[in-house]
């Protein structure tokens, strides 16, 4: 009877506490629709949208782009929302469709509040002002206008519809992504979150002008001016960067991810054209470029072509900067060799003095396309992805072109 008795008492006892986990068991995110802020400043917030498509997955929205995010992890009230590609996550308290917490980069040591409801699609909340005009087309842009030092300029192509606007700023280093965004009368608001950059452009519009403000993340802020022009475009992007008068070989010797030094003497890349792709896993634009070489690369591997990428890593070990090297080619299938050339930094002053045949380092990224012989045959600074539209076909097919025909010598 006893024997009974005590195995009821067990049964009773671990009932209990398997229900008492379920009750301490978190609360998955509701699917559906969310509106998201970060905090930038203490008047102007950036909104995206995302939504939840199930317990550890969602899609984030930036115009046409979507991107699927696969690693959520739930604590207590809280959970941790891990960007693809990028170190960046959002760690929130999660109570009745409402996040609160903060978006974080680590490496960067940058904290920025966040906050979320569910329910609610719209990106930027609008009056009901009728927007003064339409800015559609091409913007002639100065970035810090007034200070020689930032000063530089830009390229702004819109497409507006109705209230809505999207499209991109083209600089000589890149393109400012997927914008999306509202005319609201006259005050034209734009952003971008990636996981990495958070980008917000605020301005005042009139048909023919605009005066605004950039804001990256919570720590830069500069203001810009634009101007329509349908004719204007921004200098070539293949004579921003070039080697220095004596040089007309590329040198360097960087570790791969197996600690393996390479070198553009080794044996794979003899006879062969060689794609040299200066970059950082942090990098929107080099994400948006990596893409794109991976998928040539893998589509024309029985050719005589190589690529490397050399990683400049703000990271703060090696061992971190690695783990985000490869995290970055597991996430794009990248079948070719990333080397770790720099740690702890991303300037670029420093990444030239890595490279010191160039004359200088402008941009992440910035491509080098060298012959069969080993000579420097091309150097293109930037890189002008698929938020670009036409520039990003063009330089597709330049690309191609060139290739073929350094393949074809």
């Known amino acids: 009877m006893f024997k009974y008795f005590s195995g009821f ?26 509106r998201a802020e970060l ?8 909104p995206f949208n995302f939504e939840v498509t199930a317990k550890s997955s969602l899609k984030i929205f930036n115009a046409e782009e979507v991107i699927q995010v696969n690693e959520m992890t739930y604590t207590n009230d809280s959970v941790r929302i891990q960007m693809p590609v990028f170190e960046g996550f959002i760690k929130a308290k999660h109570s009745q469709g409402k996040l609160k917490g903060h978006f974080f980069i680590e490496s960067l040591d940058r904290t920025v509040p966040f906050s979320a409801d569910l329910d609610n699609d719209q ?17 002639e842009t100065v970035f810090s206008p007034d200070s020689e030092e930032d000063r530089y300029l830009g390229k702004g192509v819109f497409e507006q519809k109705g209230k809505e606007v999207t499209g991109t700023f083209l600089t000589t280093t890149g393109d400012y992504r997927y914008l999306e965004g509202v005319i609201d009368g006259d005050d034209v608001k734009l952003s971008a979150f990636d996981g990495s950059h958070a980008f917000l452009f605020t301005a005042k519009v009139t048909d ?6 950039f804001y990256s993340g919570s720590h830069w802020q500069e203001p810009f001016t634009a101007k329509r022009n349908a004719d204007f475009e921004l200098a070539d992007a293949n004579e921003l960067t070039f080697l220095k008068e004596g040089y007309e070989q590329l040198e ?25 792709q200066i970059m950082g896993s942090w990098c929107p634009n080099c994400l948006d470029e990596s893409r ?52 702890g930094s991303s300037d670029k002053k420093e990444a030239q003095e890595k490279l010191p045949m160039l004359n200088h380092i402008l941009s992440y990224p910035t491509s080098i396309i060298i012959d069969k012989k080993g000579k420097v045959r091309k150097i293109h600074t930037g890189f002008n992805g698929p938020a670009t539209g036409e520039k990003f076909r063009e330089f597709k097919e330049d690309f191609t072109g060139f290739i073929e025909q350094l393949l074809a010598e």
């Open 252 to 276: 360097f010797t960087f570790p791969d991810t197996n600690g393996r030094p390479v070198s553009l003497t080794d044996k794979q890349f003899k006879d062969k054209v060689v794609v040299v």
């Open 9 to 34: 008492i067990v049964f009773i006892t671990l009932s209990v506490t398997l229900f008492s986990c379920n009750l301490n068991a978190p609360d998955p995110l509701e699917q559906g629709t969310w």
């Open 292 to 343: 794109y070489y991976s998928e040539y690369y893998n589509t024309n591997s029985d050719k005589d072509l190589e690529f490397v990428a050399l990683a400049f890593e703000y990271a703060k070990s090696p061992e971190a900067a690695f783990e985000n090297i490869n995290r970055l080619k597991e996430n794009l299938a990248i079948g070719y060799p990333i080397l770790l050339a720099q740690y």
């Open 208 to 213: 023919s002008s605009m005066t605004g403000m």
């Open 123 to 139: 990106r930027f909340l609008v009056s009901e002002a009728a927007p003064t005009t339409d800015v559609s087309g091409s913007w």
């Open 39 to 46: 905090q930038l400043t203490d008047t102007e917030v950036l």
